[in-house]
């Protein structure tokens, strides 16, 4: 417990006072009353998203083919333009950044890439607290190479059930290892792992190494490169607030330039002989290689607004204002609702958490439905987390706050045992 916390409600409308981002909320379309703290899983959607989807339906209408060619946006290269404007969130140079497929298709292409199973070196390392989609992706990679999965996914298991060690992940770095493939942000916890500790030590074992950014690409900054990550991928739908089904990027570090795709496509092409439509596949001399297909434009157009959010905002002061707010949320639960049940399931030191608050409660699927009603929007993950995610671009200290007093009056009424204990479809 912090002595000099500050419980106030004049206290939160000061922190909103002293706030240099505070501007950016204005940008997005927030409804009113409601406190949305599931940013992390679907971005709400900013007025210059809107007008970058609106306009490439303008485009369509008005270009019809030419757009591939003309336009502000020609769709030829929106891909690679995406990907540089992408580059500097992930700390990647312009030419290591594509945005192209989803997460689990990238997953799928940078596997097919950069796993090589040679004699006794066959085996993926993974962890027991890792994305079920991740999870299949790599179990399916395995079969179709006629591998079984129960014997060569190890998924380095958690301590506690919420949090992984490092050194734990290191030890398991053996020569069986082929490939590496780790969080960057724990889905359910939050706990952010030390990237290029984990980097260093696959390099020092000449194992390639790769990460799913979904967690903290938009909340916290990376510097991919120069740690020598391998590879990476992510959705952009979350922090990014591209929108529901947005197209995903990935990053190649540029040593490996020049590689063939594992999942070849014409997409894959260097873009001045794609149209010579030779048989023989020349693929592009960037992480443009490890596209596959078509561009979705109509699932790309809305980021080109949302990263000009994040290059006005940049990434480093997002950061320090996200660890600001779920430090205010932690010391806020501490204070408000202690003796009712709830811990942390991130460490909480601030190099260790990413961008949203775990909360971990026995009642947590119905305090989450309570939550809804009382019009805070939370995001519960089976069987015990509430995630509370303070979003830097659009969130206030004063919606945190006001978000803790309706917990604590759900918690002081036990209004959530009006709910039967069961998650719904979409949780
Ligand atoms: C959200 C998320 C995904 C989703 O993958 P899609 O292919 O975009 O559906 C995958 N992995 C992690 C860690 C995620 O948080």
């Not at 312009?94 to 199973?117: I, K, M, W």
């Not at 399916?140 to 006629?146: A, E, H, M, N, V």
């Not at 202690?338 to 947590?364: I, K, N, Q, W, Y």
């Not at 917990?407 to 479809?425: S, T």
Request: contains cysteine; aromatic residues 10%; charged residues 25%.
């Amino acid at each position: 417990m912090t002595r000099s916390f500050d419980p106030s409600l004049e206290k939160a409308k000061a922190l909103d006072r002293e706030d240099d981002l505070s501007g950016f909320r204005e940008e997005f379309y927030i409804r009113e009353g409601n406190i949305y703290l599931d940013g992390n899983s679907l971005g709400l959607m900013s007025k210059r998203a809107e007008a970058a989807l609106s306009e490439a339906v303008a485009a369509w209408r008005d270009y019809g083919i030419d757009g591939w060619t003309d336009g502000k946006y020609p769709w030829f290269t929106l891909s690679e333009w995406l990907g540089e404007k992408t580059a500097p969130l992930v700390g990647a140079e312009a030419d290591e950044v594509v945005v192209t497929g989803s997460t689990t298709v990238n997953l799928h292409q940078l596997t097919s890439t950069f796993y090589r199973p040679v004699e006794n070196r066959t085996k993926i390392l993974a962890d027991a607290l890792t994305f079920p989609s991740d999870i299949y992706a790599l179990q399916s990679q395995l079969q179709i190479r006629g591998l079984d999965p129960e014997e060569h996914l190890i998924r380095v298991p958690s301590r506690d059930g919420h949090t992984l060690r490092e050194e734990d992940l290191i030890a398991a770095m053996t020569e069986e290892v082929a490939l590496i493939v780790l969080p960057s942000v724990l889905y359910r916890s939050g706990q952010l792992l030390d990237m290029k500790r984990l980097t260093a030590a696959a390099k020092e074992r000449g194992i390639p190494i790769g990460f799913d950014l979904c967690h903290s690409i938009g909340a916290i900054p990376h510097r991919l490169s120069e740690w020598g990550v391998d590879f990476a991928f992510w959705c952009n739908y979350k922090y990014l607030n591209s929108g529901p089904g947005g197209t995903g990027g990935l990053y190649v570090h540029r040593k490996h330039f020049g590689r063939s795709p594992g999942l070849a496509g014409w997409f894959s092409s260097r873009k001045d002989v794609q149209f010579d439509m030779d048989h023989r596949l020349t693929p592009a001399a960037t992480a443009g290689a490890f596209q596959i297909g078509t561009p979705h434009i109509l699932s790309a157009a809305p980021l080109i607004g949302s990263l000009e959010l994040f290059a006005e905002a940049g990434i480093d002061r997002l950061r320090k204002k996200s660890l600001s707010q779920t430090r205010y949320l932690m010391d806020l639960v501490e204070h408000e609702l202690a003796g009712m049940g709830f811990s942390f399931g991130h460490p909480t030191e601030d190099e260790r958490r990413g961008g949203h608050v775990c909360l971990v409660h026995d009642e947590a699927v119905r305090i989450s439905k309570s939550l809804k009603e009382y019009g805070v929007v939370p995001d519960f993950r089976a069987p015990d987390v509430i995630r509370l995610a303070p979003i830097a671009l659009y969130t206030s200290y004063t919606e945190v706050w006001e978000a803790v007093r309706r917990l604590k009056k759900i918690m002081e009424e036990k209004h959530y045992e009006k709910y039967e204990k069961k998650r719904g479809v979409v949780a």
